[in-house]
C-alpha cells in the first residue's frame, strides 16, 4: 500500500521519461550505479523498474541521513528496504563493502552511487573504489550504468519543497570488470558508461 | 457556473465525433493501402494523431458537461502539464528554484481560481503585472546573479503562454454576452474546434500538397500550400458554425480567421524555441503529437486575442 503510493508519488513528482538504452529490465542480479544529484535519486530509480524487478532491488543509502527522523527511517527499512551504509567513518565491523555483499545475496539487486555524496556541480565526482571491489568479488552480476537527468532541477541539495519538471533515467548496456583490469581504469570505463547514456 | 445543454451543442459535439469517425475511417484504409516505409510511418503518426483526437476530444467533452468548473480545472492541469515541458527545456538556476516553486504551487493555481470566480479585473493582470515584479524579486533575493535577465524573462515567457494565454480559453465562460446568456460553453468549443482544425488542415494540405517553406529554419513542416489550405478550410468551417455563437455568419468568419491567423504563429513562435533548444518535441505524453506544449501552442496564441476581440466588441 504504501509502496504503490511511493511509486505513484514518485513517478508524479519526478515525470520521469523511462529509458531502456542499453538492455530491458529483468529480474537477473543486477547492480545500477547512477550519477547522484538529488535526494530523490534512489526513490526515482527505484520506483521506475517494472514491480517484479522493483521487489528485489535495494537502493544501498547513507544510514546517517536516513535515520534521523522515523519518517526516513520508516520508509528505508519497511518501504525501500534501503541497505544502509555507513560513510564517514567504515571500520572493520561496520564495512559498506561487507554490508553491501551480504545485501546482494543469491537473489537481490542493488542501486548505488559511486560518487558517494550528491554534487552540486555539473561534472560527476570521481567513482569510489566500492564499485570496483564489487565488480571483482561479484562476477556473476551485472552492472548497469544508469543516467538521472534535470532531476537535481526538481529537488536541488538543501531545498525540501520540489518543482515538477520532468526528468529521465536511463539504463545503459550492462558492463563487465575485464581480466586483469586496473581499479581506475574500470571506475573511469564505468563513469564514462554513465555519461555517455546524455547521448544516447 | 452552469451551462446550458442545447440542440446547438449536441450538433456541435456530434458534428466532431462524426468528423472522427470518419477520419478514423480515412485513417484505416489509407493504413491497408500505403505502401512503403516513409508512406507507412506518416500513416501511423496519422493514426496515431486521430487515436490521441479521440482522447482529448473525449476529456474536452467530459470538461464541458460538467458545467464551467470541469473547464476551469482542464485548462488549469493543462497549463500545469504544459508548464511543466517548458521549464524543463528552459535552463534555469538553482537561485530560481523558490520562484519556481510559486510559480507551480501558487500563481498558477490562483490565476485559474480568479478565472473561475469571473474575476476579470484582477485575472487579465495578475501575472503581467504582480507575478512579473514579484518573481524577480524572490530570484533575486536568492543571491545568484548569473544570468539573471535571461532566466527572469524565460520564467516570465513560461508563465504568460504556459498559463495566462491558456487560461483565457475558460475565460471565454465569464463573459457577459447580450442574449447568449449560459451558451458560452459553445463559444469555447467553437474557439478550441477552429483552431485545432486549422491546425489539422494545416497538416493534411502540408501533407498533400506542401512545397514552398515558409520559414525552412524554424519548421520545415509549415508550408505556405498548408498555410493557405488550412487558414481557408478552418475559415469556412468557423463560418459555417456561426449559429452556434453569438457572431453572424460575416464575423464569424473573421473571427476564425483571426484564431487560425493568431493559432499558426504560435506554432511558429514555439517551434523556433523548440529549435532554439535543440529538440522536436515538448515532451511524450500524447501518442503521435509529441508533449501538450505542441498540442496546444496555437491555442496559447489565439486564445487571448479571441477573447479580447469578443469582449470589446460583443460585450
Same mark, same amino acid.
Given at each position: 500500500?504504501?509502496?504503490?503510493?511511493?511509486?505513484v508519488?514518485?513517478?508524479?513528482v519526478?515525470?520521469?521519461?523511462?529509458?531502456?538504452?542499453?538492455?530491458?529490465p529483468?529480474?537477473?542480479?543486477?547492480?545500477y550505479?547512477?550519477?547522484?544529484?538529488?535526494?530523490?535519486?534512489?526513490?526515482?530509480?527505484?520506483?521506475?523498474?517494472?514491480?517484479?524487478?522493483?521487489e528485489?532491488?535495494?537502493?544501498?543509502?547513507?544510514?546517517?541521513?536516513?535515520?534521523?527522523?522515523?519518517?526516513?527511517?520508516?520508509?528505508?527499512n519497511?518501504?525501500?528496504?534501503?541497505?544502509?551504509?555507513?560513510?564517514?567513518?567504515?571500520?572493520?565491523?561496520?564495512?559498506?563493502?561487507?554490508?553491501?555483499?551480504?545485501?546482494?545475496?543469491?537473489?537481490?539487486?542493488?542501486?548505488?552511487?559511486?560518487?558517494?555524496?550528491?554534487?552540486?556541480?555539473?561534472?560527476?565526482?570521481?567513482?569510489?573504489?566500492?564499485?570496483?571491489?564489487l565488480a571483482?568479488?561479484?562476477?556473476d552480476?551485472?552492472?548497469?550504468?544508469?543516467?538521472?537527468?534535470?532531476?537535481?532541477?526538481?529537488?536541488?541539495?538543501g531545498?525540501f519543497?520540489?518543482?515538477?519538471?520532468?526528468?529521465?533515467?536511463?539504463?545503459?548496456?550492462?558492463?563487465?570488470?575485464?581480466?586483469g583490469?586496473?581499479?581506475?581504469r574500470?571506475?573511469?570505463?564505468?563513469?564514462?558508461?554513465?555519461?555517455?547514456?546524455?547521448?544516447? | 457556473m /452552469?451551462?446550458?445543454?442545447?440542440?446547438?451543442?449536441?450538433?456541435?459535439?456530434?458534428?466532431?465525433?462524426?468528423?472522427?469517425?470518419?477520419?478514423?475511417?480515412?485513417?484505416?484504409?489509407?493504413?491497408?493501402?500505403?505502401?512503403?516505409?516513409?508512406?507507412?510511418?506518416?500513416?501511423?503518426?496519422? /493514426?496515431a494523431?486521430?487515436?490521441?483526437?479521440?482522447?482529448?476530444?473525449?476529456?474536452?467533452?467530459?470538461?464541458?458537461?460538467?458545467?464551467?468548473?470541469?473547464?476551469?480545472?482542464?485548462?488549469?492541469?493543462?497549463?500545469?502539464m504544459a508548464?511543466?515541458?517548458f521549464?524543463?527545456?528552459t535552463?534555469?538556476?538553482?537561485?530560481?528554484?523558490?520562484?519556481?516553486?510559486?510559480?507551480?504551487?501558487?500563481i498558477?493555481?490562483?490565476?485559474?481560481?480568479l478565472?473561475?470566480?469571473?474575476?476579470?479585473?484582477?485575472?487579465?493582470?495578475?501575472i503581467p503585472?504582480?507575478?512579473?515584479?514579484?518573481?524577480p524579486i524572490?530570484?533575486?533575493?536568492?543571491?545568484?546573479?548569473?544570468k539573471?535577465?535571461?532566466?527572469?524573462?524565460?520564467?516570465?515567457?513560461?508563465?504568460?503562454?504556459?498559463?495566462?494565454?491558456?487560461?483565457?480559453?475558460?475565460?471565454?465562460?465569464?463573459?457577459?454576452?447580450?442574449?447568449?446568456?449560459?451558451q /458560452?460553453?459553445k463559444?469555447?468549443?467553437?474557439?478550441?474546434l477552429?483552431?485545432?482544425?486549422?491546425?489539422?488542415?494545416?497538416?493534411?494540405w502540408?501533407?498533400?500538397?506542401?512545397?514552398?517553406?515558409?520559414?525552412?529554419?524554424?519548421?520545415p513542416?509549415?508550408?505556405?500550400?498548408?498555410?493557405?489550405?488550412?487558414i481557408?478550410?478552418?475559415?469556412?468551417?468557423?463560418?459555417?458554425?456561426?449559429?452556434?455563437?453569438?457572431?453572424?455568419?460575416?464575423?464569424?468568419a473573421?473571427?476564425?480567421?483571426?484564431i487560425?491567423?493568431?493559432?499558426?504563429?504560435?506554432?511558429?513562435?514555439?517551434?523556433?524555441?523548440?529549435?532554439?533548444?535543440g529538440?522536436?518535441?515538448?515532451?511524450?505524453l500524447?501518442?503521435?503529437?509529441?508533449?501538450?506544449?505542441?498540442r496546444?501552442?496555437?491555442?496559447c496564441?489565439?486564445a487571448?486575442?479571441?477573447f479580447?476581440?469578443?469582449?470589446?466588441f460583443?460585450?
Amino acid at each position: 500500500m504504501t509502496r504503490t503510493l511511493l511509486v505513484v508519488l514518485s513517478k508524479l513528482v519526478s515525470g520521469a521519461n523511462i529509458r531502456w538504452v542499453g538492455c530491458a529490465p529483468d529480474v537477473r542480479q543486477r547492480i545500477y550505479f547512477a550519477n547522484h544529484t538529488s535526494n530523490l535519486d534512489a526513490l526515482v530509480i527505484w520506483a521506475s523498474l517494472p514491480s517484479l524487478v522493483r521487489e528485489l532491488t535495494r537502493p544501498v543509502a547513507a544510514r546517517d541521513y536516513w535515520i534521523k527522523d522515523p519518517l526516513r527511517r520508516h520508509l528505508a527499512n519497511k518501504v525501500l528496504h534501503a541497505v544502509l551504509i555507513e560513510r564517514k567513518k567504515p571500520t572493520v565491523h561496520d564495512n559498506p563493502l561487507a554490508d553491501m555483499l551480504a545485501a546482494l545475496g543469491d537473489r537481490h539487486s542493488l542501486i548505488i552511487f559511486p560518487e558517494g555524496g550528491r554534487q552540486t556541480a555539473t561534472e560527476m565526482m570521481p567513482f569510489k573504489a566500492g564499485l570496483f571491489h564489487l565488480a571483482k568479488d561479484r562476477p556473476d552480476v551485472e552492472f548497469v550504468p544508469v543516467l538521472i537527468d534535470n532531476l537535481n532541477r526538481i529537488l536541488p541539495k538543501g531545498e525540501f519543497l520540489p518543482v515538477p519538471l520532468l526528468s529521465s533515467v536511463s539504463f545503459g548496456a550492462p558492463i563487465k570488470l575485464e581480466a586483469g583490469e586496473e581499479k581506475t581504469r574500470f571506475l573511469e570505463r564505468a563513469q564514462a558508461a554513465v555519461k555517455a547514456l546524455r547521448q544516447s | 457556473m /452552469n451551462l446550458k445543454l442545447d440542440k446547438q451543442t449536441f450538433w456541435l459535439v456530434g458534428g466532431v465525433l462524426a468528423l472522427l469517425v470518419v477520419s478514423s475511417l480515412i485513417g484505416w484504409v489509407l493504413s491497408l493501402r500505403t505502401a512503403g516505409d516513409q508512406g507507412r510511418a506518416t500513416i501511423q503518426n496519422l /493514426n496515431a494523431r486521430i487515436r490521441a483526437w479521440w482522447m482529448m476530444v473525449a476529456i474536452f467533452g467530459l470538461a464541458m458537461a460538467t458545467g464551467g468548473i470541469g473547464s476551469v480545472v482542464l485548462f488549469g492541469l493543462t497549463s500545469f502539464m504544459a508548464l511543466r515541458e517548458f521549464i524543463t527545456l528552459t535552463p534555469t538556476r538553482y537561485g530560481d528554484h523558490r520562484s519556481l516553486f510559486w510559480v507551480f504551487f501558487i500563481i498558477l493555481p490562483l490565476q485559474y481560481y480568479l478565472i473561475a470566480i469571473k474575476w476579470y479585473g484582477l485575472f487579465s493582470i495578475m501575472i503581467p503585472v504582480y507575478a512579473f515584479l514579484l518573481l524577480p524579486i524572490r530570484s533575486a533575493a536568492a543571491g545568484d546573479c548569473e544570468k539573471f535577465l535571461e532566466r527572469t524573462a524565460k520564467i516570465q515567457w513560461a508563465l504568460m503562454i504556459c498559463v495566462y494565454c491558456i487560461s483565457y480559453v475558460p475565460a471565454l465562460l465569464s463573459l457577459d454576452i447580450p442574449g447568449y446568456a449560459g451558451q /458560452n460553453g459553445k463559444l469555447m468549443f467553437y474557439f478550441v474546434l477552429v483552431a485545432q482544425i486549422s491546425d489539422v488542415f494545416q497538416y493534411v494540405w502540408g501533407k498533400i500538397l506542401g512545397r514552398h517553406k515558409i520559414a525552412p529554419t524554424v519548421s520545415p513542416n509549415k508550408t505556405w500550400e498548408g498555410f493557405i489550405g488550412g487558414i481557408a478550410c478552418a475559415t469556412l468551417i468557423g463560418a459555417g458554425l456561426w449559429w452556434a455563437t453569438p457572431f453572424t455568419p460575416w464575423q464569424s468568419a473573421g473571427m476564425s480567421l483571426a484564431i487560425t491567423f493568431m493559432g499558426f504563429g504560435g506554432g511558429l513562435v514555439m517551434s523556433a524555441i523548440k529549435r532554439d533548444r535543440g529538440v522536436k518535441d515538448y515532451g511524450n505524453l500524447i501518442q503521435g503529437h509529441g508533449g501538450v506544449m505542441d498540442r496546444i501552442d496555437s491555442l496559447c496564441f489565439a486564445a487571448p486575442v479571441f477573447f479580447h476581440l469578443t469582449r470589446f466588441f460583443f460585450t
